[in-house]
């Protein structure tokens, strides 16, 4: 019987949008050219603020790309279906999202020079994060309870698996020239620099009103009131009409807190 995930590899993924063809196909035949560019994280660690990032110094600041074409065309999922054959035929230097484990990841890339930024968050915000955001979805297992979606991320039972694999595994990339490491915290907390660093990184240099720019369009109200940026497109089919939300509050609010301290009393 289903447990609500497609198994691939022992990884599960959602039901939807995912086959375990693509998945295979991605691995095996999927070519990374050395002028692509990658951007890795675990799930709701801050992807999609990334992606808007990179997408923005791309136009040199300039907001018509991110207003105009949805987040998930500028900058595809290798692993969907609706992504992989985006990628597949397109010409010259791609964007390309994922959420894959090391293990899952085109092969390609570890012969390729395509450039790779891996974004990490600490785990108990992810655990958090997807909490609402998947217990808001119609494409994932929905929790009962936090304690259950606890349980169930300990485990690795979440979309795209263990946080803890993904992170040790992804981490073994860390010195190459190739790849940039950064958290979703030091990007918080120092956004202008961090937006530097990338596009010194991208070798896409900014001038200063340009920087100010990707900085204004990547921030956390302009992100969330931008409908090609924050899956009010999903919402009805894949995303509850209420609850269904990317931009959460970009904070901890207090009643997580409580949350939090109803897990801990469980568990402890
Ligand atoms: N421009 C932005 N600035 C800060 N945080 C952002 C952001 N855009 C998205 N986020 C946060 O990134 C998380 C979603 O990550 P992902 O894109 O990987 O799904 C959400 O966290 P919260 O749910 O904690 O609010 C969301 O609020
Ligand atoms: C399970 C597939 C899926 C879909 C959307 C997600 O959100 S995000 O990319 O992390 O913002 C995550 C996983």
Known sequence: MSDG?????????????????????????????????????????????????????????????????????????????????????????????????????????FNSKAKVIYLTRNPRDVLMSGYFFFGASTFSKKPQSMEEYFGWFIKGNVPYGSWFDHTRGWMSMRGKENFLILSYEELKRDTRSIVEMISQFLGKKLEPEELNSVLKNSSFQVMKENNMSNFSLLRGQFLDEKNGILLRKGKRKCSDFKIYQNMWRTYW
Request: proline share 10%; hydrophobic share 40%.
């Open 5 to 109: 995930y497609m198994w691939f590899e022992g990884v599960p993924f959602p039901t939807a949008g995912f086959t375990p063809e693509v998945l295979r196909e991605a691995r095996e035949s999927f070519a990374l050219k050395d002028e692509d560019v990658l951007l890795l994280t675990y799930p709701k660690s801050g992807t999609n603020w990334l992606i808007e990032i990179v997408c923005l110094i791309y136009s040199k600041g300039d907001p018509k790309w991110i207003q105009s074409v949805p987040i998930w065309d500028r900058s595809p999922w290798v692993e969907t279906e609706h992504g992989y054959n985006l990628l597949k035929d397109k010409e010259g230097p791609r964007l390309i999202s994922s959420h894959l484990p090391i293990q899952l990841i085109p092969k390609s890339l």
